[in-house]
């Protein structure tokens, strides 16, 4: 018997847990959290325990597929690697001499993995590589940058050391990362208190000490009314302020006349309540976190909700604070040299991309993009024509607005290339499907974590692939090999660590008694006077002028949403513990677990519907209907009915998820155009559906 323990990466969502996987004889006996890591706790969730289900799956592509009849027919011809590969090299290498490497278009799932695929792109001398987040947290990370001049990631989380801790659209304790989940509960056992505001009562408003229902689509009005309250009764920190704040005067007459009183008429959220509220903050500053949110593309004003809220946090001082929202560091800032970067191999792109972003629109940064400008680019073909494009490790049929509108947009391309480690929607209508190993299966290249105490961490293969899968580095080698990018060619993994690794002085083997390397011994926090903020003063800036450059305001005046009419609800969505957007349910062990969602809808709401709970219902939106069944609950807002997001697939390659629950994004009419012109995302709750029994 063998038996052997190697520290990994989870794969099973993009939070990418340090893990320990356990493997006897060849085979994945138990997954845990990596032991070196203390806020792991030894544990992972219910998800990451599930990666041996995945593994073991044979409703997986198991080879490359080529297609062989209409793109979502679901007729396929089985390939070798060195076929398929060849295949897409040529297409590419087709698109290329026909419209310039600029007409291909890639998108992923952003994270810490990225850099050799992204150096592909540049190699080709392609500007367009966009990532999913204008689904997902691009209005909190563009709020950030207007603000501060650094993204999102700039700041951690110190959930551990708070003392008061605001959820807003935030699911902290379904929608997971393990090390924070761990923090904030250990926070709660000191005392640390706990405020959801939400739609509905979730899992994290059942361990919170205070939970306030809001009406959908109106926190922007609560928000600024806090800011109000805050300024009115000088609960701010005026040391924070005056050192690193530029245009509170502008800040403090713009929220004159946003008063507690009138935010209660448009959020239902009493006077009294919100006055309390603000002063038990103004009590824990400035170890406090209201969190930005993750999930944001919402709605229409999103990107000025996510602005608000850090407002909030710098007026309670709590940026670059124990227990609020510390700065974290980069291996410089600790003495350390960074990994070799394969992005640097090659020149930028002299070239403007597809979306518009850095040169149309110049408050949107430009590495990243914004994947449904990219789409609409290929739809209008301007400013130019995309023609081919690979989803790597992304599913935007299940994952943007009216994917029947996006499949047609996607006729005009003469390629589309789906890297996956599962079926999903977008895979099965692609020209190419190329299996990628499961995380359990594969290496990935060396990562950076920058954070309090910042590090490098690897991925390493607890087992061999089941299937005729490769690893990401592989992928990109042959393709690289293929299209004349003999740098990125590589034949075995460690020349690829080897590579990263140069200017370090580190080697692999420096990963192998942890799984990861620490940079810095402890945890480092920034002493007040060090901060800096990287605008043109050095501080927040409340004006921001990039924004108004582009016709945006900084401040931007409430308006209230479009609200449903009578007999309507408005269409909202989220996460649940047991599943991982649209790709995990068809796991077999997490679909036993949860093999379909149910519609949230008020008890007062369905009763005028003779609506019970179980009770089979349609819900219909511009003569599109699916059926559901009811969840009937006091503790979700009459305006809305709710669903976890990723259920409702439809193709026959997975027979345990096949029809079972509700598609949200096909109740999204138009929703590719709806967008947060501010903050850049897609506003997917600005959409309305009727329900009926039966
Ligand atoms: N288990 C699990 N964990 C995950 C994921 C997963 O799929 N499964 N996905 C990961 C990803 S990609 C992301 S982006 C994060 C998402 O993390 P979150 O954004 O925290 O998760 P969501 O469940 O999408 O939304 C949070 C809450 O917003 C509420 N909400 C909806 N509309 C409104 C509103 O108008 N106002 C207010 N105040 N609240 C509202 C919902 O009811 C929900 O409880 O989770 C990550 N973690
Ligand atoms: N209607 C509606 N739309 C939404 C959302 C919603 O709640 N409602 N949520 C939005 C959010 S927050 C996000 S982040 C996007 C997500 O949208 P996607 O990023 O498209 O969602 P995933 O299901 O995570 O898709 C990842 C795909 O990559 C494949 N994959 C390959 N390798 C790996 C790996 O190592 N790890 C992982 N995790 N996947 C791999 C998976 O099999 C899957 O097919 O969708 C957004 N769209
Ligand atoms: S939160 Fe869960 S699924 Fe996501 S990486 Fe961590 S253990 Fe894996
Ligand atoms: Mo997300």
Excluded at 41 to 51: D, H, I, S, Y
Excluded at 399 to 426: E, N
């Amino acid at each position: 018997m063998t038996q052997k323990s190697v520290f990994s990466v989870c794969g099973m969502c993009t939070v990418r847990c340090p893990i320990q996987v356990e493997v006897q004889n060849g085979q994945v006996e138990f997954i845990s959290g990596n032991p070196h890591v203390p806020a792991m706790k030894g544990a992972v969730c219910p998800r990451g325990a599930a990666g041996t289900a995945l593994l073991l799956d044979n409703e997986r592509p198991r080879t490359p597929l080529i297609r062989t009849g209409e793109r979502g027919e679901g007729k396929w011809r089985k390939a070798g690697w060195d076929e398929a590969l060849d295949y897409v090299a040529e297409k590419l290498n087709q698109v290329k001499a026909g419209y310039g490497a600029r007409s291909i278009a890639f998108s992923d799932r952003g994270g810490p993995f990225r850099d050799m695929h992204r150096a592909f792109l540049k190699g080709l001398g392609t500007p367009n590589y966009n990532n999913h987040d204008s689904s997902c947290a691009k209005n909190v990370q563009h709020a950030a940058l207007s603000l501060t001049g650094m993204g999102r990631k700039a700041v951690f989380y110190d959930f551990k050391n708070a003392k008061h801790v605001v959820l807003q659209f935030r699911n902290i304790f379904e929608a997971i990362n393990v090390q924070e989940v761990n923090d904030l509960m250990d926070a709660l056992e000191n005392g640390c208190k706990l405020t959801v505001i939400d739609i509905r009562a979730n899992i994290s408003a059942a361990k919170a000490t205070g939970f306030m229902m809001i009406r959908p689509g109106t926190d922007y009005a609560f928000n600024l009314a806090v800011i109000h309250e805050i300024i009115n009764k000088r609960l701010y920190d005026e040391r924070f302020v005056s050192r690193y704040m530029e245009g509170f005067k502008a800040l403090e007459t713009f929220v004159t006349p946003y008063t507690p009183e009138w935010a209660q008429t448009e959020t239902g959220i009493a006077a009294a309540t919100l006055r309390s509220f603000a002063q038990e903050l103004a009590k824990a500053a400035p170890s406090v976190i209201w969190h930005p949110g993750w999930m944001t593309a919402r709605y229409k004003d999103s990107f000025y909700i996510c602005r608000s809220i850090y407002i909030i946090n710098a007026l309670l001082g709590a940026y670059g604070t124990r227990g609020g929202l510390p700065f974290v560091l980069k291996p410089g800032d600790v003495g350390a040299k960074s990994l070799k970067s394969f992005m640097d191999l090659y020149p930028e792109p002299d070239e403007k991309r597809a979306d518009g972003a850095g040169w149309k629109y110049t408050h949107f940064e430009d590495g990243p993009g914004l994947a449904h400008l990219m789409f609409k680019a290929i739809e209008e073909q301007e400013p130019y024509p995309v023609k081919a494009y690979i989803a790597y490790r992304h599913d935007p049929l299940m994952g943007y607005p009216d994917p029947d509108r996006l499949r047609r947009i996607w006729d005009k391309l003469d390629l589309l290339v789906s890297v996956t480690f599962s079926w999903s929607d977008t895979a099965w209508h692609s020209d190419v499907v190329l299996p990628l190993s499961t995380y359990l299966e594969r290496e990935s290249i060396i990562a950076t974590k920058n954070a309090l105490k910042p590090q490098f961490f690897v991925r390493k293969r607890a087992v061999a692939p089941r299937y005729d899968s490769l690893a990401d580095w592989e992928i990109i080698s042959e393709l690289a090999r293929r299209m004349d990018l003999p740098d990125l060619v590589f034949d075995r993994v460690e020349d690829v660590w080897n590579f990263q690794l140069r200017e370090t002085g580190l080697t692999i083997e420096n990963f192998d008694a942890k799984g990861l390397v620490d940079l810095a011994d402890e945890a480092v926090y920034k002493n007040f006077d060090e901060f800096t903020f990287e605008t043109a003063s050095k501080k927040i800036e409340i004006i921001s002028e990039n924004l108004e450059e582009n016709g945006h305001l900084s401040l931007k005046p409430y308006e209230p949403p479009a609200f449903p009419k009578e007999g309507q609800f408005r269409m909202t969505f989220g996460r649940c513990a047991i599943h991982t957007q649209g790709h995990t349910v068809n796991n077999p062990l997490l679909n036993e677990q949860m093999p379909e969602n149910t519609l949230w809808i008020n008890t007062a709401e369905a009763r005028k519907l003779n609506i019970s709970d179980q009770d089979i219902v349609t819900v219909s939106q511009n003569g599109y209907s699916e059926t559901i069944r009811a969840y009937v609950t006091d503790h979700i807002h009459p305006d809305a009915v709710f669903v976890i997001h990723g259920f409702g697939h439809r193709i026959k390659a997975e027979s345990r998820a096949f029809g079972k629950g509700l598609a949200d994004n096909k109740f999204m009419a138009g929703g590719l155009d709806i967008w947060d012109k501010a903050g850049g995302a897609i506003a997917y709750q600005e959409h309305f559906v009727t329900v009926s029994k039966g």
